[in-house]
C-alpha cells in the first residue's frame, strides 16, 4: 500500500481536542509528543465498564438468572486492582479503598433490578452489541474509529438506542450537557451508525449515562439522590449535520487529500477562558506553551 492511499484513522477524541485547542492537538498528533498518563480515575471506568458489560452479555444472552448469579462487584475489583497494578499507578491504599466503595455503589444502583427492568428490559430491547467497533470514511481517506459501548434494538418498533457509559466524579453541570465537545461525539456516532446499517437518523436514539462516583452531603440535601444521570443530546437532523459538518471541516483543514497531515497548517494556541483548557495540558507544565491565546479557526460555542 503506498502512502497516498493509506487509510489514515481518527477518532473522535482527537477531534474533541483539536476543536477545543488545535495547538495541543498538534503537539500530540503531528509532532508526536504527547506522554499518556495513565490515571486511577480510567483504571476505575475500565474496571466499572467490564462489570457491567459481563452483566449485560449475560442479562440478554442468556437470562436475567444467570446475570444475577454473576459476582458484579467482585468482577470490578478484581479488574480494577489489575488495571492499577498493571499500569504501576500511584495510589494508596486509602485511595483504592475509596474507589472501591464508589464502585460497590454505583453497580449496587445499576444493576439493582428495578433499574434494569426499568431501561434494558429483556421483554422490550434485543442485543445488538457491545463494545462495537467500526471505521467509517469521511473524507480526504480519513476514517473515523467508533467505538459504541451498547447498541440495542427496540423488539416492536426496531429502533436503535446507541448508549455511551461514563464515570464521572460528580453529575454533568448543565454546562457539560452543551458542551459540543462532549455531546457532538454520540451525535457523530449517530450519522456514522446510520449510514453504515442504512437506517435513518429518525429511528436511532442516543444517550450517555453518567455513573456518579459521588453523592452529595446527604444534610445538605433534601433531594433523593441517584449515581444514575442520563443525558440525552440533541441529535435531531440539524445537530447531526452540523456535526458532520464540523468533523468534516477538522478532517479539510489537518489533512491533505491523501490523508497526511497538513503539517504547515495555522493550529492556534486556544487557551479559554480563564485558561480553562490548560488546566490538564502537559504542555503548560513542560513550558512548551505559553497558554498566550492566537486567532481561532473556528469559533468555539
Ligand atoms: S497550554 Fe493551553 S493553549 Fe497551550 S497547548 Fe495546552 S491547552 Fe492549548
Known amino acids: 500500500m503506498t502512502t497516498s492511499n493509506r487509510k489514515k484513522i481518527v477518532s473522535f477524541s482527537q477531534f474533541s481536542k483539536w476543536w477545543t485547542c488545535p495547538y495541543q492537538w498538534y503537539r500530540d498528533v503531528i509532532l508526536k509528543e504527547k506522554v499518556f498518563e495513565e490515571s486511577i480515575h480510567m483504571s476505575f ?22 446475570a444475577y448469579k454473576l459476582d458484579s462487584i467482585g468482577t470490578f475489583t478484581t479488574a480494577f486492582k489489575r488495571e492499577v497494578t498493571r499500569k504501576s499507578i500511584k495510589h494508596t491504599e486509602a485511595d483504592f479503598n475509596e474507589f472501591v466503595e464508589d464502585g460497590k455503589g454505583i453497580l449496587t444502583e445499576f444493576l439493582a433490578p428495578a433499574n434494569i427492568r426499568l431501561h434494558y428490559s429483556r421483554d422490550k430491547w ?33 429502533d436503535i438506542r446507541i448508549i455511551d457509559i461514563k464515570t464521572a466524579t460528580q453529575a454533568w ?6 458542551d459540543f465537545t462532549k455531546t457532538s461525539q454520540l451525535i457523530l456516532y449517530k450519522a456514522v451508525y446510520s449510514k453504515k446499517e442504512n437506517i435513518p437518523l429518525s429511528k436511532i436514539h442516543v444517550e450517555f449515562v453518567i455513573l456518579k462516583r459521588k453523592l452529595y452531603d446527604e444534610a445538605k440535601t433534601k433531594y433523593e439522590q441517584t449515581r444514575i444521570q442520563i443525558v440525552k443530546p440533541p441529535a435531531y437532523q440539524d445537530n447531526v449535520l452540523q ?32 485558561r480553562s483548557n490548560c488546566k490538564w495540558c502537559q504542555y503548560l507544565k513542560n513550558g512548551k506553551c505559553d497558554a498566550v491565546a492566537e486567532p481561532p479557526i473556528h469559533e468555539v460555542t
Open 126 to 158: 434485543n442485543l445488538i452489541g457491545i463494545e462495537v467497533k467500526f471505521v467509517s470514511p469521511i473524507v480526504n481517506h480519513v476514517n473515523l474509529d467508533a467505538r459504541l459501548d451498547l447498541v440495542l434494538k427496540e423488539k416492536m418498533s426496531g
Open 45 to 66: 471506568g475500565t474496571a466499572i465498564h467490564e462489570a457491567i458489560q459481563a452483566f449485560l452479555v449475560a442479562y440478554f444472552n442468556t437470562s436475567e438468572e444467570a
Open 243 to 274: 456535526v458532520i459538518k464540523e468533523f468534516r471541516g477538522f478532517v479539510e483543514y489537518s489533512f491533505t487529500p491523501e490523508g497526511q497531515h497538513k503539517t504547515n497548517a495555522r493550529y492556534p494556541k486556544q487557551p479559554g477562558k480563564n
Open 173 to 178: 453541570s448543565a454546562y457539560q450537557k452543551e
